[in-house]
């Protein structure tokens, strides 16, 4: 028999794919059970105090359920805290669960913002320049006279 290229080879099983994303969109996907947004697991949390940095994020999230995952977003340049991150926990209900705890709390001397994590269309989704616009920007300006 022959081989088709790219094609599984002969007893491989497949996965099939969720809500009609692509198999490897759904198995893959960082921060969902199952690839639908109903489902994430990662939450995104503003407001921070920028003295935090991530295991106290973790270890202050943690009363919500099991986190696997906590970062802190930072400044390149300087790499000091945005005041912002995300969290990310074993289960979707854990996250739902830190949401309905911790939205509108007092973290050190500030009030947080915690909400689901959107997540974001697939880049063939997208449009090139970010806008999301169909329309082009231009090019290079003019002519030379």
Known sequence: REQIAGAAPAGATHRPAARGKSATMASFKRGR??????DTRKVFVTGLPYSVDWTELKTHFESAGAVSYSGIMKEK????????????????????????MFNGT?????????????????PSKRHADGYGDTYSRGGMGGGMG
């Open 33 to 38: 059970d199952d690839g639908g947004a109903d």
């Open 77 to 100: 340049e300087t790499g000091r805290s945005k005041g912002c991150g995300s969290v990310e926990f074993e289960t979707s209900m854990d996250a739902r669960k830190a949401v309905s």
């Open 106 to 122: 007092k973290m050190g001397e500030r009030t947080i913002t915690v909400r689901l994590d959107a997540p974001m269309d697939p």
